[in-house]
C-alpha cells in the first residue's frame, strides 16, 4: 500500500513538475515586475477575451459580430459555397418548392387557360410548373390563354437562370481545392541529443504528391499590452525546414526552443495562463490537379506532451517497397 502511495505521489509530482518547468529546460530567471496598474483583472480579462483563444475549436457562427451586417442575398454565391452540405440541400429543395407553389398559385388563378384532362387542382398545377420550371413540357398539360402564356414566358426565363445558376455552384463545391492533410492530433516537445524542440507531423492522404509545401507556425498568445489592454500577440516559431518541395508521405516540423525562440523560457503553466496556442498552416499545389491548396490547425498547450517524440510509420517491407503506417501516425513515444 506505502508503495502504490508513493508512485502515485511520484507521478503527481512529475506532472507539477513538468507543467512549471520552462520546456527548454533552463533554470528559472527572476522576471521583473511591472507596477502597472490595470483596469481590469487578468482573470477577467481572460474571460472577457477568451473568444478569440480557441481558433480551432470555434467556427464562424460562435463568433457573433455587432454592427456587421452579413446579408445572404449581397453574398450569395459565396454563403452558398460555404454552407455546410446538409444546409445546402435543405435550402435548395425549400427553394424549389416554394417557387413552384408561387407560380401553381399564380396558375390557379385562371386555371381555365390550362388544357388538360380533368379539374385542375392546385396539386396538378404545382406539377405543371414543376415541367415548366425544368423545361421539361410532357405535352398534356398546355397554356392557352394570355394570362398563362405570360406566366410560362416568365417561368422558363426564371427556370433556365436557376438551373445554370445550380450547375454552376454545384460543380464548384465539388471542384473546389481540398487539401488532404492530415496534422496529429497531438505536438510534442522532444529533447533528443540535447537539443529541446518543438514538433508536429503532416501527412498527405491522396496518392498524388503536394508541391512546393510551405509551413508556417506561430505561438499565439493573451498579453497585456503597455497601455494596459489584453491583445492577441502572434510570434513566429521558425522551423527547422519550412519549404517542403515535395511531400509524399509524412514529414515532421520541427522548432528548436533556442535562445531566439518566443518560446524559450516559458513553462506550460506560463503558455496555458496566456491561452497560447500553437497555430499552424500549410499551403502547397496538388500535382494532380494543379491548383493551391491549404490547410490549418491549432493546438492548444495541453495537447503538448513534454518529452516525447512521434513513432517511425515509414518501413521497409522484405519485397523492397515503402509502408506507411497510418493507423501509428498519431502514435508518440517517451524519451
Known amino acids: 500500500m506505502k508503495s502504490l502511495f508513493r508512485q502515485f505521489r511520484e507521478k503527481r509530482e512529475a506532472r507539477l513538475t513538468a507543467r512549471y518547468n520552462r520546456l527548454d529546460e533552463t533554470p528559472l530567471e527572476e522576471t521583473g515586475k511591472s507596477d502597472r496598474k490595470t483596469h481590469f483583472t487578468t482573470k477577467d480579462a481572460i474571460r472577457r477575451f477568451r473568444t478569440h483563444a480557441l481558433v480551432e475549436e470555434k467556427g464562424h457562427r460562435d ?42 398559385l399564380l396558375y390557379w388563378v385562371e386555371p381555365g387557360q390550362i388544357t388538360g384532362e380533368g379539374q385542375h387542382t392546385l396539386l396538378s398545377l404545382f406539377f405543371f410548373s414543376v415541367q415548366t420550371l425544368s423545361t421539361v413540357g410532357y405535352g398534356g398539360m398546355v397554356p392557352v390563354g394570355p394570362y398563362a402564356n405570360v406566366i410560362v414566358s416568365f417561368e422558363v426565363l426564371i427556370g433556365m437562370m436557376l438551373n445554370a445558376l445550380a450547375t454552376g455552384v454545384v460543380f464548384a463545391r465539388f471542384a473546389r481545392p481540398r487539401a488532404r492533410i492530415m496534422f496529429s492530433n497531438k505536438a510534442v516537445i522532444s529533447n533528443e541529443n540535447g537539443i529541446p524542440a518543438l514538433c508536429i507531423r503532416i501527412a498527405n492522404l491522396r496518392l498524388s504528391v503536394i508541391l512546393s509545401v510551405d509551413v508556417e507556425v506561430s505561438l499565439s498568445r493573451l498579453v497585456v499590452s503597455e497601455n494596459g489592454h489584453l491583445v492577441r500577440q502572434f510570434d513566429q516559431l521558425l522551423l527547422v525546414q519550412s519549404h517542403v518541395p515535395v511531400l509524399r508521405f509524412a514529414f515532421v516540423m520541427a522548432h528548436v526552443i533556442g535562445p531566439e525562440s518566443p518560446l524559450h523560457g516559458k513553462s506550460m503553466a506560463e503558455l496555458e495562463k496566456e491561452e497560447a496556442e500553437i497555430v499552424v498552416t500549410v499551403t502547397g499545389t496538388d500535382e494532380a490537379l494543379g491548383q493551391t491548396v491549404f490547410a490549418r490547425t491549432a493546438y492548444r498547450f495541453d495537447h503538448v506532451h513534454h518529452n516525447h517524440r512521434f513513432v517511425d510509420i515509414v518501413l521497409s517491407r522484405p519485397d523492397g517497397r515503402i509502408a506507411v503506417d497510418y493507423t501509428r501516425f498519431h502514435d508518440i513515444e517517451q524519451h
Do not use: M
Not at 77 to 100: D, E, G, K, M, R
Open 63 to 104: 463568433v457573433v459580430r455587432v454592427g456587421l451586417s452579413d446579408s445572404v442575398w449581397t453574398d450569395l454565391y459565396h454563403h452558398a459555397l460555404t454552407a455546410s452540405w446538409p444546409a445546402f440541400v435543405y435550402t435548395a429543395v425549400i427553394s424549389y418548392f416554394l417557387i413552384n407553389l408561387f407560380f401553381a
